[in-house]
């Protein structure tokens, strides 16, 4: 198994290689169509990282990437699964492509808050047209008065 790469992007200035050492892959039979050889190969894919040991993370990246893939993690084990080719060698290339593609987003850094802003007058006009339309809609439905 090679060590996996991820390209740079924002938060990642240079690429960032993880070492094999720190990945796992499982193979399991495939769910599905496939004929017989989906009875006796081993083409589902599991590909796991363990991320509170990889040594590629500095200790800011590790933070960020464990706080923002929480929700997938089991412990600090992220898994990522691949099983939508017939060869497993598609699947591997998927998988690990998947898992470069969830660490490159989540050591993204969060975007920039967003700056309070005034509506514009035209907005504020426009809104409070709608608002008397609708009381006036709302008016006519009663009953005539009498006369």
């Known amino acids: 198994m ?3 790469t991820i390209a ?4 990642i200035p240079e ?11 499982q193979f399991a039979r495939s769910s599905g169509p496939g004929g017989q050889g989906v009875n006796t190969t ?9 991320l ?5 993370f500095s200790a800011s990246q590790q933070r960020r990437v464990l706080q923002n893939l929480g929700h997938r993690l089991s412990g600090t084990v992220l898994t990522v699964e691949a099983s939508e ?8 290339a998927l998988a690990r492509q ?7 987003d989540a050591l993204a850094p969060p975007p920039p808050a967003r700056r309070a802003t005034r509506r514009t007058r035209g907005s504020e ?3 409070l047209a709608g608002k008397h339309r609708r009381s006036e809609i709302k008016a006519n439905r009663q009953r005539p008065a009498g006369e």
């Open 125 to 127: 006009r426009r809104r």
């Open 15 to 25: 690429s960032l290689t993880i070492p094999a050492a720190d990945l796992t892959e």
């Open 85 to 92: 080719h017939r060869a497993q060698i598609r699947n591997r």
């Open 98 to 104: 998947r898992l470069a593609d969830l660490l490159r």
């Open 42 to 50: 081993d083409s589902k894919v599991q590909l796991s990282v363990d």
């Open 2 to 4: 090679n060590a996996l």
């Open 8 to 11: 740079p992007g924002p938060g």
């Open 52 to 56: 509170a040991h990889v040594s590629a």
